[in-house]
């Protein structure tokens, strides 16, 4: 049995403030829903960096201070595994 694997890390972050949630409707291939803004982590990258980032390129939203609150993940095919690190906060600037 092989002792690694391809794994692709990815982040989300559930971004509140009082009793609202930020969603995005996601409609890649055959998965669509809703679900927390975020991507994959870049090579090199930091986890925490990499949400701060996406979160910036797929809402324009700056964040602070994301807590890592869960991790989730999944088969993608016999060869991959999907790794999505989940963040909250309720700290942010812009619109």
């Known amino acids: 049995m092989a002792k ?3 794994v692709i890390l990815t982040t989300a972050c559930m971004i509140y403030q009082g009793n609202q ?3 995005q409707n996601v409609s890649k291939g055959d998965w669509h829903g ?3 803004p975020g991507g994959h982590v870049e090579k090199g990258e ?3 960096k990499a949400v701060i980032r996406e979160i910036k390129e797929e809402t ?3 964040i602070k201070n994301p807590q890592l609150s869960g991790i989730k993940q999944f088969q993608a095919g016999n060869d991959e595994r999907y790794v999505v690190l989940l963040y909250k906060t309720n700290e942010f600037s812009g619109t």
């Open 4 to 6: 690694s694997e391809k």
């Open 21 to 23: 949630i930020l969603l």
């Open 34 to 36: 809703l679900f927390f």
């Open 46 to 48: 930091s986890f925490v």
């Open 60 to 62: 324009g939203l700056t």
